[in-house]
């Protein structure tokens, strides 16, 4: 019998499963390809708001956790993943410079917003109030991490790369069986793929599709994030990632037309250089309605469990949401009572 079996292989997937691997538990992971968010996520890790300049909850603690959480990940499998990457929040006026100065006093703000005004100084960007720095940025490259997690696994013989068959799930008091996998538990881990999950359907899961467009873009030049009404993200060899939109309808892994000419038309208001469009990804954020992850047991199946909901924000979650999850099933220590999904049982379980 194996400790664990995990149903997804994305960041949350990938969180949990080397949350385990530290603590010397056994597990396999099944997962599949339908979906792909932490595969076309721009991986940016920003403790801010950038439309309101406030804190993004909990932030601070979470950055204080995935940090080193992913630079262990760059030494066990060997690649960078961690990008230090300033983010630019470009000004659309005076009152908003001066939004930003009030939220840079904030105790908690702070530490994360530079309370210079920085001017533009690249002749292709259109930037007449400048922009506000966040500190503390970058961006882990969540497809090199999920590939490389994944040879990791497929080496260690803890990969079964199918679609879990609900059918094959056998749930007895202490243990679980699927197909020959005798565990002791089983982590849902499907992103929004919660909406195929007999168990954890009823949970508010919206879903919110982002497109990113890539651009070449030879004489833009410039080497920081640039936050506008989209972001623009420098890819390395004259290469930018535009985006993303948030959609709540169409949700489908699906680029479409509509979400390009948006995207560039909101690129065009800002800069002035030629680019090439090169390539356009689609995927879907598990958004919940109250904008919080979703951790916790089934409310009847005991050893059932839910790793879901990191919305917009997987890249600093993931870690922290991994380790309220096993807390709680090894030590029985109680996960927040914002993430738990015991919040929605009245509303959507028992009705
Ligand atoms: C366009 C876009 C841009 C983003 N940018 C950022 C960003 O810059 N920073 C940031 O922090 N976050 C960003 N995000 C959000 C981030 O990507 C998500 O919060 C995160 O990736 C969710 O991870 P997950 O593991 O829960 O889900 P997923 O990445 O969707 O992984 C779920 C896995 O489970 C598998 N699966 C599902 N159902 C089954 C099944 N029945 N059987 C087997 N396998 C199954 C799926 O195929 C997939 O491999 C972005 C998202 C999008 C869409």
Redesign the pocket.
Known sequence: MIDYLI???????VSFSETLQQNQKTFKV????????????????NPVILKRFTLAWKAKEQLDLALPFYNGLEKKLSVQLNYKLPVLRRFVSVEEQNLWFEASDKTDLGEFLSTDIHQNTNPNIDAPFGYGEVLGTGKID?KKLIQAYKEHLVGQNCLLP???DFKALRCETNFLEYKSIKAKNIVF?????IK??PYFKYLPVHGN????VFIKAQNLKEKDAIKASIFCIPEGDDMYRI??NYDRNGLSNKPTGKAKTELLAALDRFIKCDYEVMDHI?????TVVDRRPLIGQHPKHKNLYL??G?????????PYAAQQLYHLIENGMAVDQQLDISRFIKKYYED
């Not at 990191?310 to 993931?318: D, E, M, N, P």
Request: hydrophobic share 40%; aromatic share 8%; no cysteine.
């Open positions: 149903v997804g292989l994305g960041l949350a997937g099944v997962s599949d390809e339908s979906q792909n968010s932490s595969l076309v996520a721009g991986g940016l890790y969540t199918e679609t879990f881990a499907e992103g929004f793929g195929n999950n599709k982002g497109e990113y985006g993303a689609a995927g879907i954020r598990p790793l879901n990191f919305g917009s924000r997987g890249v600093l979650i993931a």
